[in-house]
């Protein structure tokens, strides 16, 4: 019997392909802005597997926005404090609780599945009237004068046709919504093969809510603390043993007892993985009506716990750009932002984590050398120094993320603050941070000094909020007063000055042209 294919067709303003990390980030982001999307992924439901483990400050600052900060934390464990290893002895311990202290609302890393991070984000979205196509397989699209038409089949066979404004593949490393658009995806592959394990253990050295890194000859073998007593997710380097086509944690836990030395028993194996790792970027985000985000744009090495959370900033960068043209606030141009930002972030973001996994796996004698001679004294001047702590925090952390060369920052700069930075973060003297006044989607401009001044006359349809603060804090903005702030909605700087016509100025570029 010929099975009957039905086609339908509906409209929406977005289409999102994958619901990982950087879909649902996104969806979540757009229904603050009430824009109307459809949601597509292959699988039944979000992962059950944890991979990406590390959720880092700024997405902490953006669930924050969303509401679910509080929940995600309750949900993971905050690595208290890192203990590495050579030889089977430990050469220091490095305290990481107060790494990010005054920086952040959330001066830490915070560990948590990614299975969790997704339910979570799925959570929301089914709490504030959103959807998710599960099991709705994206086949192609066309690229149309006004949008695109894009293709999918659900669970049952049937054929749909969907018209949109936009198209976002967020549909991971082998992104078809990429293939189509025949961008680049250039970079590297490491050599080496590597594992990942989530493991529950006995230890009487591996028992606390710690980083524990071992050095070892040819790499590293990383003990990261999870939910619940004695979890651990493992990775490392894979050894090499006789049989190199059937890998096994069963045939590498000996290997690792032998190589950390350390006295340990693996009680439950609750998953396991290898992986090659790739470092590779595409040449541009943004074609026609259609962006990538994620790792359908660009994948890293793990080091750091870069890949996910930039991702997730991806997301947030795209969503407010693509919301205000969708409500014809903004002119396309706003659009090209999207891809010249990340674009950069994504290189520089890769330099930087190709050199870390560099010395953390020791693929050549320098770099072995290297790790096993400086490392230690690296860490403990982490550790012990209060200024290379303020320096680090950021770059991991990803609040020292910065757009200064984008047509959307006027060059300016006041104290420590430059325009293209994310809004520094400081607590007034009655502990309310300034952050928490930062919440909403919208264009916001600041005043600090005389607490009288009215909202200036800005001659502009964007919504723009208006704060004005009297208490200026010496540490982050010097002695200057009297000065304006003018944020995007991602609450990065677009200008910081005395001269509010520089921020009519940026309004009226970005705004559409109403005489056409």
């Not at 802005?33 to 880092?56: P, W």
């Not at 004005?468 to 200008?495: C, K």
Request: hydrophobic fraction near 40%; charged fraction near 20%.
């Amino acid at each position: 019997m010929v099975k009957m294919e039905f086609r339908t067709t509906n409209k929406t303003q977005v289409v999102i392909v994958g619901a990982g990390p950087t879909g649902l980030s996104l969806a979540a982001q757009l229904l603050r802005y009430n824009i109307d999307f459809i949601l597509l992924e292959k699988n039944e439901t979000s992962t059950l597997f944890s991979k990406a483990i590390v959720v880092q400050a700024r997405t902490l600052e953006i669930f924050q926005e969303l509401g679910i900060a509080d929940e995600a934390i309750r949900r993971g464990a905050i690595t208290t404090e890192m203990k590495m290893f050579y030889k089977g002895r430990q050469k220091l311990t490095v305290n990481l609780s107060g790494l990010g202290a005054g920086l952040s609302d959330f001066p830490f890393a915070l560990s948590l599945e990614q299975s969790e991070t997704e339910k979570l984000m799925a959570e929301y979205i089914l709490k504030t009237n959103g959807s998710i196509h599960w099991k709705c397989e994206f086949t192609h699209f066309e690229e149309t004068k006004e949008g695109v038409i894009v293709y999918y089949i659900d669970d049952k066979g049937n054929k749909h046709e969907l018209t949109a404004n936009y198209l976002v593949g967020c549909d991971g490393a082998g992104s078809l919504v990429r293939h189509q658009l025949d961008l680049s995806f250039e970079g590297t592959t490491e050599p080496k093969l590597f594992y990942v394990a989530d493991v529950s253990l006995k230890s009487n050295v591996i028992n606390k809510n710690a980083l524990y890194f071992y050095l070892v000859r040819k790499g590293f073998i990383l003990f990261f603390p999870m939910e619940g007593q004695g979890h651990y997710r493992i990775v490392g380097v894979l050894p090499e043993y006789e049989n190199k086509t059937d890998y096994q944690f069963s045939n590498i836990a000996p290997i690792i007892k032998q190589q950390i030395i350390t006295p340990v028993d693996f009680n439950e194996l609750r998953w396991f993985s290898t992986y090659k790792v790739h470092s590779r970027k595409a040449n541009s985000f943004l074609k026609g009506h259609c962006f990538i985000a994620g790792d359908a744009a660009h994948i890293h090495t793990p080091a750091g716990g870069q890949g996910m959370n930039t991702g997730i900033q991806d997301a947030y960068n795209l969503a407010w750009k693509i919301a205000y043209r969708c409500n014809g606030q903004l002119n396309d141009e706003i659009l090209e932002t999207y891809s010249t930002e990340r674009t950069a972030n994504a290189k520089r973001l890769l330099q930087t984590t190709d050199r870390m996994f560099d010395i953390m796996s020791g693929v050549n004698p320098f770099w072995n050398f290297l790790r096993r001679s400086f490392l230690p004294q690296f860490f403990n001047l982490v550790g012990k120094s209060t200024w290379v702590k303020r320096k680090i925090f950021p770059l991991i952390s990803q609040i020292g993320i910065a757009y200064p060369d984008s047509d959307l920052t006027l060059k300016s700069s006041i104290g420590n603050v430059n325009a293209g930075d994310r809004m520094h973060y400081f607590a007034f003297s009655n502990g309310k941070s300034i952050f928490s006044y930062l919440t909403e989607p919208f264009f916001k401009l600041l005043y600090f000094g005389n607490a009288d001044v009215t909202k200036p006359e800005l001659n502009s349809e964007i919504k723009i909020v208006f704060y004005s603060f009297s208490e200026i804090p010496i540490q982050i903005f010097g002695q200057a007063t009297g000065f304006y702030i003018l944020l995007r909605p991602d609450n990065h700087v677009s200008y910081i000055g005395k001269d509010i016509s520089k921020c009519i100025e940026l309004i009226n570029k970005i705004s559409p042209d109403r005489n056409n």
